[in-house]
């Protein structure tokens, strides 16, 4: 069931996205070559408590840091460590919040150091692919319509959605209904209302978008060893359209 929120609930995840976005900034700014994804780790938590929230993701399934930190190859859920990030690599910084009770999740892929021009396009159309999804949250779409949407740019421009991961409500819990793919038809799946919300985040593979588990069991990565961006935001549709949360 995909529960609508309050104009009371809707206000506080206001508050707590826009909390989650200036940490985000935060650690945007510390990636480059020669810090571990260990010390992001540790800057997030830092941050969040400061902020008076909670980290989403510790504790969560088990999960042991606050900051999923995803490296190359890696999609998501990739546990911080002492792993020193390298010139021209990518990492995917993937934080959610707390915040009086409510979640909020965001994600970003950033460049570390100068990369390529195939990685800048890899970042460039992950984002963008965000930001049509996020066009279609409208109420009177399906959620399949952003699904589609989000797929058929992505494939247009020669990369694949990873199809196995998905988007998802959030509210009191950090995964609720609905499932939101990154690739499906046009008019399929529950109709978008007004005070929904929930998270879209398209994964996106510079190969097949195939994934398996990592060997720590949390993260998964392509099974090709191609490189993967991703990026996420938490919006709620309203009676004109959609609103980015974590802005």
């Not at 609720?176 to 109709?191: A, Q, V």
Request: overall charge neutral.
């Amino acid at each position: 069931m995909i529960s609508i929120k309050s104009k009371e609930e809707i206000e506080i995840m206001r508050e707590g996205g826009g909390i989650l976005a200036k940490i985000m900034k935060e650690l945007e700014k510390m990636v480059k070559p020669g810090i571990n994804t260990g010390e992001l780790n540790r800057a997030a938590q830092a941050l969040v408590l400061k902020s008076g929230g909670k980290c989403s993701f510790l504790g969560h399934q088990g999960y042991p840091a606050c900051l999923c930190a995803s490296v190359n190859e890696e999609i998501v859920h990739a546990i911080p460590s002492a792993r020193i990030l390298k010139e021209g690599e990518i990492v995917s910084l993937d934080l959610g919040i707390l915040y009086k009770d409510f979640h909020t999740d965001m994600a970003v892929t950033v460049p570390v150091g100068k990369v390529s021009p195939e990685i800048s396009r890899l970042i460039r159309v992950t984002k963008k692919a965000l930001k049509r999804g996020i066009k279609k949250a409208r109420p009177g779409n399906t959620f399949g319509d952003i699904s589609n949407t989000i797929q058929r740019y992505i494939e247009d421009q020669g990369f694949s959605a990873v199809k196995d991961l998905c988007g998802h409500g959030i509210g009191k819990i950090l995964h609720e209904d609905p499932e939101i793919l990154n690739y499906g038809g046009r008019h399929s799946g529950p109709e978008i209302k007004p005070g929904m919300v929930f998270c879209l985040e398209p994964m996106v593979a510079v190969g097949s978008g195939e994934i398996k588990k990592s060997k720590d069991g949390y993260a998964y990565e392509t099974s090709d060893g191609s490189l993967s961006a991703h990026f996420e935001h938490t919006m709620v549709a309203t009676k004109n359209g959609v609103e980015v949360l974590t802005e």
